[in-house]
């Protein structure tokens, strides 16, 4: 197990970013692309903005579809 570092600093940034999830879904609704990058694991946060967009109301989600795609083998054909 690796020692948790900088701990309230990812909370911070946690934070901002969670505030900024309804803009997130404004981007996906008008057809815009989102992509996640930088050094360590964007999995928490983006499954914490899946649960975000499906909340169960009229304005939620819809259908999601989450790709774990760890595996360098994956490609598009075997997802679809």
Do not use: C
């Not at 690796?2 to 909370?11: I, S, T, Y």
């Not at 008008?30 to 914490?48: A, C, I, Q, T």
């Amino acid at each position: 197990q690796l020692p948790v570092r900088n701990l309230e600093d990812k909370a911070v940034l946690f934070r901002y970013y969670y505030s900024q999830f309804p803009r997130w879904r404004l981007w996906l609704r008008h057809g815009f692309n989102m992509m996640f990058f930088g050094f360590g694991s964007k999995k928490g946060l983006l499954e914490s903005f899946v649960e975000f967009l499906d909340d169960g109301t009229p304005d939620g989600a819809g259908e999601v579809v989450v790709v774990n795609g760890f595996s360098p083998h994956l490609s598009v054909k075997e997802i679809l």
